[in-house]
T-cell receptor
Framework: AAGVIQSPRHLIKEKRETATLKCYPI?????VYWYQQGPGQDPQFLIS???????DKGSIPDRFSAQQFSDYHSELNMSSLELGDSALYFC?????????FGEGSWLTVV | AQTVTQSQPEMSVQEAETVTLSCTYD???????LFWYKQPPSRQMILVIR??????QNATENRFSVNFQKAAKSFSLKISDSQLGDAAMYFC???????????FGTGTRLQVFP
């Protein structure tokens, strides 16, 4: 079945460190989205890619960057981590005008 | 800008009963999609049901159905024969046709009592 694999599932980093989250659409998919869900909040759109090009940008901090690679997997890079970056990060794909989410990557910044 | 409002932070229902979760949205678009997602304690984001704005017929998926009122910009979710496994956070979401962003409401936490 089609889906989204995210890794790592859990990550603990210290303040000011860097973290990289990975997303693997299965089968490979031309459109990828990243969302951030803080504690007790609804998911917030960060950024999306279509055919390896950035297609839309939301409330993504300048400390964050993302990329979609030639094999269509995507990575979200977060630098100078802050305590407020602790959240659940979702990667998602679009299929038939519907967005389907991966299981998410938990980032804890200590 | 489009917004999605869920005015019920929490709802509860007894097992086997019916519950309705409310959602309103604001948009100037005529073509769009509306969704309900379920987020159980595992925090997975699971699609429950989808409605295309151009369709007059309300979407139905087994025990889940919607009441879509386009003129009123209302999109409520009805859960029939509630089960313990329905306990979760439910998010209403809007997506303008042919654009990327899903815009979420703030969610409604549903408790199901035996």
């Amino acid at each position: 079945a089609a889906g989204v694999i995210q890794s790592p599932r859990h990550l603990i980093k210290e303040k000011r460190e860097t973290a990289t989250l990975k997303c693997y659409p299965i089968p490979r998919h031309d459109t990828v989205y990243w969302y951030q869900q803080g504690p007790g909040q609804d998911p917030q759109f960060l950024i999306s890619f279509y055919e390896k090009m950035q297609s839309d940008k939301g409330s993504i901090p300048d400390r964050f960057s993302a990329q979609q690679f030639s094999d269509y997997h995507s990575e979200l890079n977060m630098s100078s981590l802050e305590l407020g970056d602790s959240a659940l990060y979702f990667c998602a794909i679009e299929r038939g005008n519907t967005i389907y989410f991966g299981e998410g990557s938990w980032l804890t910044v200590v | 800008a489009q917004t999605v409002t869920q005015s019920q932070p929490e709802m509860s229902v007894q097992e086997a009963e019916t519950v309705t979760l409310s959602c309103t949205y604001d948009t100037s678009e005529s073509d769009y999609y509306l969704f309900w997602y379920k987020q159980p304690p595992s925090r997975q984001m699971i699609l429950v049901i989808r409605q295309e704005a151009y369709k007059q017929q309300n979407a139905t998926e087994n025990r889940f159905s919607v009441n879509f009122q386009k003129a009123a910009k209302s999109f409520s979710l009805k859960i029939s024969d509630s089960q313990l496994g329905d306990a979760a956070m439910y998010f209403c979401a809007y997506r303008r046709e042919n654009t990327d962003k899903l815009i979420f409401g703030t969610g409604t936490r549903l408790q199901v009592f035996p």
